[in-house]
């Protein structure tokens, strides 16, 4: 994807500069989806913010996004391993964000399904290691800096269509298997003693949800980079448990904040030189920004009275 990414940039870059957004939309849709690499970034990205932002609601009602910002960390090692190597760049986020997976899923927890302190210990050493490894490999590489931009922070060019069918597939799977676990891993998620007290498998649960947030963030990070996965994973359902208690319309919304989110991104990405993972935080924050201001209204204002009265 890099070596793709690097052959591309100039012609795109200068039709950045000859053309941006206008008031005209059907003209600026046109314009946007004249390439054919922003009509697989749109599909990819569609993709991608649909698993990450279902497989993030769970992540996020577990309380585990230290795990899952240590598997984003872990993915650039990977990444960047895969480069030196000469191999995929996916290859590297897929390996090394399921090892992680298993490393992690593998360490004692609290009753509550956590790392114990040891483990958030070790996790934590992981993490930074993983960071250093990705420095010394992107080193070792030669890699320019756009290059190292890229997969820290995110591109959307250079995505090809074995790419999008290898994300599309990764993702269908991941989704198949969170339906498969989804009922026990929510009873499992909102009270672990009494879940594990019924014979729910809480272990393998554990587990089985650790290798799915990899794949998760293997292929967010695709999109958003190593570090800024949490745009995909944390702010659509942060935002959406604000604005409800159901946990099924919050699922739903999360996705629909995610997908939002990361088409807003897209568009803004193309028409402007500032890379995709920066407009996915940026337009991520405004939807929990605008969330915070629902629950913050609905706080304030007093509840709506009836109508009918009820006579003596």
């Avoid at 870059?13 to 957004?21: D, E, H, M, W």
Wanted: hydrophobic share 55%; net charge positive.
């Amino acid at each position: 994807m890099i070596a793709i990414t690097a052959s591309i940039a100039a012609p795109i870059a200068a039709s950045r500069s000859s053309s941006g957004p206008s008031f005209n939309i059907v003209s600026d849709l046109y314009q946007l989806f004249g390439y054919h690499f922003m009509v697989n970034a749109f599909i990819s990205g569609t993709v991608v913010a649909i698993g990450a932002s279902a497989i993030g609601w769970f992540m996020v009602l577990r309380g585990q996004t230290f795990a899952g910002h240590t598997l984003a960390v872990i993915g650039f090692p990977g990444a960047a391993g895969a480069a030196l190597l000469g191999i995929p760049v996916a290859f590297g986020y897929f390996a090394a964000c399921i090892a992680g997976a298993l490393v992690i899923g593998a360490l004692p927890q609290t009753p509550s399904g956590r790392a114990r302190g040891s483990g958030s210990a070790a996790i934590g050493t992981l993490q930074a290691f993983a960071l250093a490894s990705g420095v010394l490999f992107m080193s070792l590489s030669r890699g320019f800096l756009n290059q190292t931009t890229a997969l820290l922070f995110g591109s959307f060019l250079g995505i090809s269509n074995s790419q999008v069918i290898v994300l599309a597939v990764v993702c269908l799977v991941a989704l198949a298997g969170l339906v498969a676990i989804g009922r026990p891993l929510f009873f499992a998620s909102v009270d672990h003693d009494v879940a594990s007290a019924r014979g729910v498998p809480v272990r393998m649960l554990t587990m089985a949800f650790m290798i799915l947030l990899g794949l998760a963030v293997a292929s967010a990070s695709q999109i958003t980079g190593s570090l800024l996965v949490f745009a995909l994973l944390v702010m659509p359902s942060a935002a959406a448990q604000r604005l409800t208690s159901s946990a099924k319309v919050s699922l739903l919304i999360s996705v629909a904040i995610g997908v939002a989110t990361t088409w807003c991104a897209l568009g803004a990405a193309y028409f402007s030189p500032y890379p995709v993972g920066f407009y996915l935080t940026t337009f991520g924050f405004c939807f929990y920004l605008l969330a915070l201001g629902i629950e913050w209204t609905r706080a304030v204002l007093p509840p709506r009275q009836s109508s009918l009265t009820v006579g003596s």
